[in-house]
């Protein structure tokens, strides 16, 4: 049974992809950092039909606890997925941004990607066979006002999942990343009215969580061996 590690996995889209990869038949390792109380419900939901799963907690931006605590995960076997999904965004025009807003998106959203996929990278590296998917988002592709900071970090995760590609394509490791639109969930909902939804998307409507979750389980497979260094996005047709 393949192991994949979910960052951020109690959130919306985090809950759809640990459902998603242990559906599929992976043993998944739910992360979660201020709220692992959520990670073990999403926990106890993939038990209760039978699949795989146990929670971990840490910071990703903190070098020396997500290496501490992936070390663990290691002595257990290799990961072979790793799912970047932790995120956080502190929006402000950049004029108004205060340097703690800056790097801490910076320092969680690309940090972090650093922190959690470099100490797996050996052992998968051995394995010759790995999947590592990062999570980003329209603000990364387009850019968005008042997200200069949450903008740079994803922008800065296209350009390491692109030079990551390049590396490990050779031994079986693909690593591409998702830049999912408007997603369904508490942090959309509160911020898009239908409307809105309506006039920003060709679409028409907000993507749902298990859309995105199902495009990481087809990169996640051996079906998408082939598929590598790719910034898919995944928005409703927003161009």
């Known amino acids: 049974m393949k192991r994949a590690l979910v960052t951020g996995g109690s959130g919306d889209i985090g809950r759809a992809i640990c459902q998603r990869l242990a559906n599929d038949g992976m043993e998944v390792i739910v992360h979660a ?20 799963a146990e929670v971990t907690a840490f910071d990703v931006a903190d070098e020396a606890q997500s290496r501490r605590l992936l070390a663990e995960l290691l002595d257990k076997g290799p990961i072979q997925v790793v799912v970047n999904n932790a995120g956080v965004h502190d929006d402000a025009p950049l004029a108004g941004m205060s340097s703690a807003q800056w790097h801490r998106v910076i320092d969680v959203c690309l940090h972090g ?78 911020a898009f009215d239908r409307a809105a939804i309506k006039r920003l998307v060709p679409a028409q409507r907000a993507g749902a969580p298990a859309e995105v979750a199902a495009l990481v389980g087809f990169l996640a497979s051996d079906a998408a061996a082939y598929l590598t260094g790719q910034i898919i996005s995944l928005n409703g047709g927003v161009v």
């Not at 709220?35 to 038990?47: D, L, T, Y």
């Not at 949450?150 to 990343?177: Q, W």
């Open 113 to 190: 990607f650093f922190n959690v996929t470099q100490p797996l990278l050996l052992p998968m590296i051995g394995a010759r066979w790995g999947r590592i998917i990062n999570i980003s988002s329209l603000a990364g592709v387009a850019g968005n006002r008042g997200q200069a900071n949450y903008a740079a970090a994803k922008a800065g995760l296209h350009g390491a999942t692109k030079a990551l590609a390049l590396e490990l394509a050779s031994r079986g490791i693909t690593v591409n990343a998702v830049a999912p639109g408007i997603i369904a969930g508490q942090a959309s909902d509160s």
């Open 33 to 52: 950092y201020q709220h692992p109380e959520r990670a073990a419900e999403v926990v106890k939901a993939i038990q209760a039909v039978g699949g795989s």
